[in-house]
């Protein structure tokens, strides 16, 4: 996960070391991309073309490997990421409806970032709650048993610290 509390100067130095590393070796892209995605959380546009830039390889060739591989976010996550568990235990105790009612109250899809950069949602497996089924953590938090009707509440309190 990247480091938020780096400005993107910093990560990017970081980047540029594995950058010299692989640059010029065959099949170094997707290491320099895994490598983005670690250090700075997402392989967005603007980490796109930094990479183009200093390796010479084409934005659209970097942007397709972005897409192809589910791996790659293209944006930034939000301050708080939200990760519902479809594992099986959570799903069979209605981990989907409250994925969906998440889906409904942030506007987003799975694996989007809502526009005020407060939330992304995400799908996770089994995080080792069973006993809590179903299981939502939101960054470190854990909360279990958690109903469609808790999610409005739930999402209240961290928009009310910002
Ligand atoms: S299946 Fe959800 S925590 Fe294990």
């Known amino acids: 996960m990247a480091n938020e509390n780096k400005a993107r100067e910093e990560l990017y130095k970081e980047l540029d070391v594995i950058i010299e590393q692989w640059k010029d070796e065959p ?48 944006e930034p996550n939000g301050k708080y990421t939200i990760g519902i568990c479809l594992g099986t ?35 996770t497996r089994c995080i080792g709650c069973c006993g809590l089924a179903p299981a939502m953590t939101v960054n470190g938090d854990v909360y279990g048993r958690v109903k469609p009707e808790d999610v409005k509440g739930i999402i209240e309190k961290y928009r009310n610290i910002g």
């Open 27 to 74: 099949g170094g892209l997707l290491p320099i991309m895994q490598n983005a995605q670690e250090i700075i959380g997402c392989v967005d546009e603007e980490v796109q073309n930094y990479i183009s830039d200093k390796t010479g390889i084409p934005v659209s060739t970097i942007y397709g490997v972005a897409t192809f591989y589910s791996l790659f976010t293209l």
């Open 89 to 123: 235990a959570c799903y069979v105790r209605g981990s989907q409806l409250v994925y969906d009612e998440l889906s409904k109250q942030l506007g987003v899809e799975g694996g989007r970032t809502t526009g005020d950069g407060l939330f992304t949602l995400t799908a």
